[in-house]
């Protein structure tokens, strides 16, 4: 069952994107569209286009946003941190491929 909000522009499925909001019937969420605009600076239009969205769809995506940013921001710092927290954890291959010619005088 899926719960449809901003008049039919966003939509939560729960399995589908970790349940998080997204534009209807595709796999794009709400945090893409975010990051896309707020964070990278790209237009509406210039993602409407990339995406084959309408401006609509993102404009709905931005509203949803601001209506619940807070908890959104919040899920947004939350998977920044399990990624930096994974980097520190993982071992680049390049990093250790690097070491070993370094050792080894190359």
């Known amino acids: 069952?899926?719960?449809?909000?901003?008049?039919?522009?966003i939509e939560i499925t729960p399995g589908v994107m970790g349940g998080k909001p997204r534009i209807a019937g595709r796999r794009i969420t709400v945090e893409d569209i975010v990051v896309w605009h707020e964070r990278m600076g790209i237009t509406p239009d210039e993602i409407a286009s990339?995406?084959?969205?309408?401006?609509?769809?993102?404009?709905?995506?931005?509203?949803?946003?601001?209506?619940?940013?807070?908890?959104?921001?919040?899920?947004?710092?939350?998977?920044?941190?399990?990624?930096?927290?994974?980097?520190?954890?993982?071992?680049?291959?390049?990093?250790?491929?690097?070491?070993?010619l370094g050792r080894h005088g190359r």
Do not use: P
């Not at 069952?1 to 522009?9: C, G, I, K, R």
């Open 1 to 9: 069952m899926s719960v449809h909000t901003l008049d039919q522009h």
């Open 50 to 100: 990339e995406y084959d969205l309408t401006l609509a769809d993102i404009h709905a995506a931005l509203a949803y946003y601001f209506d619940h940013r807070e908890e959104l921001d919040r899920h947004m710092s939350e998977g920044e941190a399990f990624i930096k927290a994974m980097k520190e954890k993982t071992s680049s291959l390049l990093q250790e491929k690097l070491q070993k």
